[in-house]
């Protein structure tokens, strides 16, 4: 059965960082791509970066230049640096495990209980 547990949520203040972890139980980790999603209060879950199994990476424009996403296959865990945070990054941020294919990320549809962060101003 696959796993996925995130943690390293938290209250910040605006222009502070946070990284976040979660760690996938799931055969051979190193061959799927992974994602990270986020949903504000009264919103709905929205995908914000993704990395393949090459490493390759890509953000959307809210989060690009400020957060990091990247992998270590050895610990089968994933990780999002998140720099100069804002109010608005304010959400429950949950990882995702999946493929790249085609150019697109597709989601296996298992999640975890997801990890809160708050940003105050």
């Known amino acids: 059965q696959v796993q996925l547990v995130e943690s390293g949520g938290g209250l910040v203040q605006e222009g502070e960082s946070l990284t976040l972890s979660c760690v996938v139980s799931i055969n051979v980790f190193a061959r799927y791509a992974l994602a990270w999603y986020r949903q504000a209060p009264g919103k709905s879950r929205s995908r914000i970066s993704h990395i393949t199994m090459t490493g390759d990476t890509d953000y959307v424009n809210e989060v690009k230049g400020r957060f990091t996403m990247s992998r270590d296959n050895g610990k089968n865990t994933v990780y999002l640096q998140m720099n100069s945070l804002k109010p608005e990054d304010t959400a429950v941020y949950y990882c995702?495990?999946?493929?790249?294919?085609?150019?697109?990320?597709?989601?296996?549809?298992?999640w975890g209980q997801g990890t809160q962060v708050t940003v105050s101003s």
């Open positions: 995702s495990v999946g493929e790249y294919i085609d150019g697109s990320y597709r989601s296996r549809g298992y």
